[in-house]
């Protein structure tokens, strides 16, 4: 069974760093690309930034700047680097197959950023 598990979320100020993790399944990572969305309080999911299997990324305008996504093909992990945190980068962040998400994910980590 395909599986998510996302790890690294915290409490941060504004202006501070966070780096996420999700290890995800072997079946999964060896061949298709994978993304980390999140979800803010009564908002709807959205993707924030994509890394494809080869490699290439893209960030929503929301991140561009701030973010960097990456994977580690040996580990089976797809890391989000986040700094210049800001009070909206707040919620809970998943990682699911791009550009179409499983249908399990996650328990996801809370990010919370605040002064």
């Known amino acids: 069974q395909v599986q998510f598990v996302e790890s690294g979320g915290g409490l941060v100020q504004p202006g501070g760093s966070l780096r996420l993790s999700c290890a995800a399944s072997?079946?999964?990572?060896?061949?298709?690309?994978l993304g980390w969305y999140r979800q803010a309080p009564g908002n709807q999911r959205e993707l924030v930034a994509a890394i494809t299997s080869g490699g290439s990324t893209n960030y929503s305008d929301s991140v561009k700047g701030r973010f960097t996504i990456s994977r580690d093909n040996a580990k089976n992990t797809v890391y989000l680097q986040m700094d210049s945190l800001k009070f909206e980068d707040t919620a809970l962040y998943y990682c699911n197959r791009i550009p179409t998400p499983m249908s399990n994910w996650g328990q996801g980590t809370k990010v919370t950023v605040s002064s």
């Open positions: 072997r079946s999964i990572f060896k061949i298709y690309g």
